[in-house]
């Protein structure tokens, strides 16, 4: 155990920071590339099935953000302690983080879990769904409900070892999942003849199975920190810590999901092919972004740990390389998207209402979703350094705070086309927002950093 202290640490304070983020952050976009692949699959092998099975996907992902909301605020808030702690070299107190988030968030899926199944019917309702689409929504929405507790775990355990350093164990248990659910979707829909029932069943076990796999490396002593009944902590100030840190992701996550949720409401007025085709747009969006999330995820880490090392300057270079590598990514990403628009969503979808107004708004996407990782790198960065506050605001300009009302505002003056731009204008303004903060924080670091010079 030692030596794989010793030698993470050394990694972690020493390394080159481009390659220590790329080495970190690949892995972690390999996982969620093939995370949005068998999302987008589920998407494409349900609209096979109906308009109001392919609308019903984009109901049951707003409910999937909730999950994975509550999961990543009890990751995050873990995950940014542990490393710090790791970057102090307090293993001991690491592992109470690790071991009472994963029994704060298995509570937590269960809650949601009996709560959704209780109250299916306004559950769906409440996430945008119409008349016509709310059946499917919750024959999809139930296995979901289902899955709840291997969801929240499993992004916790996820975190937690992207945390650590151990990337490459994270990438192996979400990529098993994932293709499970590439395997399973085609069998349980068509050859099973369940339908939508085959997709939701095919991602509550593929869940389950990821999950399983996370939680290996911890029980056969790969990782540093270790999950123990005798490491759950019940002292208020270690849950508080741990709800405090991870705010901002359950108010990124949660935003998200309202955001969805608003957007399949507006979109409904147009009927189900605009909720169709919001749904397919969102499920692109989620793919292109992975590659700069993933890096970015890739730099908390190396972020958290250098900052509870004292190594200030590896802190801010690392966050420059991950905003203009995951701007320079997503710029040409989305320039290639919004030049294949139409021939995306015909991929999903080939009626004339679907395509007309997904290639309008995946058009509308491409244009702003470069500006992301401003806010996203901005949010993520304060969060790994314990700088709650800002991290929330940042987290909430760029989930909601700007969307919300734009959502509402703009589709009285543009109709569709209003809503298609209100999420693009929105990350425009939190990127806007969120790059001050960030440079004032770097000035501030650097005096620190000048001061501790003899």
Known sequence: MDTIRNSQYEKMTAEPVGKLVLSMGIPTTISMLITNIYNMADTFYVSRISISASGATGIVFALMAVLQAFGFMFGHGA??????LLGAKKTERAN???STSVSLAFAAGILIGILGLLFPDVL???LGSTESIQNDAKTYGIFILISA????????LNNILRYEGRASFAMAGLCSGALLNLLLDPVLIYSCHMGIAGAGLSTAVSQYISTGILLLPFLF?????KIRFRYISKAPKDIQTILTTGLPSLARQGLNSVSTALLNV????YGDAAVAAVSIVGRCGNLLFSFALGIAQGFQPVCAFNYGAGNYERVEKSAWFTLCSGIGIMGVLCALCDWNARAIIGFFRKEDEILVMGTDALRWMCRMLYLLPVSAVGSMLFQSVGKEGRSLLIAALQSGLFFIPLIFLLPRFFGKTGIWAAQPFAYLLAGAAALPIMVSFFRTLRKRRNECVP
């Open 149 to 156: 507790p291997a969801m929240t775990v499993g992004c916790v």
């Open 221 to 225: 002593g790969k990782t540093v920190t």
């Open 124 to 126: 769906v309702r409440l």
């Open 266 to 269: 507006q979109a409904a007025v």
């Open 96 to 98: 109470v983080f690790t």
């Open 79 to 84: 995950g940014s302690n542990i490393s710090r």
